[in-house]
């Protein structure tokens, strides 16, 4: 069964401060991996996308993530937050196969507090 | 091209009653998954429909079910609803389903009282 840990519920960071995301996965077979972000009282928007080739995944509005198989963590960082940057932010995790058809695992989610 | 819509956005129903929550994926997409998202157990997957056939089933009660049309919009019901039922359920579109992105409506914020 697969299973996505997001390591801290909550992240206070100040304006402008570099900040990671942690998030670890497991499963027996290959994944795909996925972050999302959601702003309050909307639904979830798509930050970035592993499903294969190179480990290091750049996303949009300045965040990327690594792909880290030996230890099966996809973690989320940005170099600079922004204050427009505070929202919760959630791993997923899906496999390709039949019994996975349109089914993302996610992790508890991460509240990303940026602070001026 | 537009997004995935949701409606009603907000619902408020009794006990016992039962509520048709709808979504309209984005144009070509033929893949509907349905989540619920509450803040005790997070975001929680209910079911996918492709091609108008339910292929994959999360751990929830019967008293959940849904159905998609052949223009690929997809509805949610909840019979015999229950305090517990009240979360935010979120629709997601995608091409195929397996591996692919999903792309997300609004969400309905259901309550039971």
């Known amino acids: 069964a697969q299973s996505v840990t997001q390591l801290d519920s909550q992240v206070p960071v100040f304006e402008e401060a570099p900040v990671e995301l942690r998030c670890n996965y497991s499963?027996?077979?290959?994944?795909?991996l996925f972050w999302y972000v959601q702003y309050p009282n909307q639904g979830l928007q798509l930050l970035l996308k592993y499903l294969s080739g190179s480990t290091l995944v750049k996303g949009i509005n300045g965040f990327e993530a690594e792909f880290n198989k030996s230890q099966t963590s996809f973690h989320l960082r940005k170099p600079s937050v922004h204050i427009s940057d505070t929202a919760e932010y959630f791993c997923?995790?899906?496999?390709?196969?039949?019994?996975?058809?349109?089914?993302?695992?996610f992790g508890q989610g991460t509240t990303l507090q940026v602070k001026p | 091209k537009a997004g995935v819509t949701q409606t009603p956005r907000y619902l408020i129903k009794t006990r016992g009653q039962q509520v048709t929550l709808s979504c309209s994926p984005i144009s070509g997409h033929r893949s509907v998954s349905w989540y619920q998202q509450t803040p005790g157990q997070g975001l929680q997957f209910l079911f996918e429909?492709?091609?108008?056939?339910?292929?994959n089933k999360g751990n929830f009660p019967g008293r959940f079910s849904g159905r998609q049309f052949s223009n690929s919009r997809s509805e949610m019901n909840v019979s015999t609803l229950e305090l517990g039922d009240s979360a935010l359920y979120l629709c997601?579109?995608?091409?195929?389903?397996?591996?692919?992105?999903?792309?997300f409506g609004p969400g309905t914020r259901l309550t039971v009282t």
């Open positions: 429909y492709f091609s108008e056939t339910q292929r």
């Open positions: 997601a579109s995608s091409l195929q389903g397996a591996g692919d992105e999903q792309y």
């Open positions: 997923a995790v899906t496999h390709h196969g039949s019994s996975n058809t349109g089914k993302l695992i």
């Open positions: 499963s027996s077979v290959s994944v795909y």
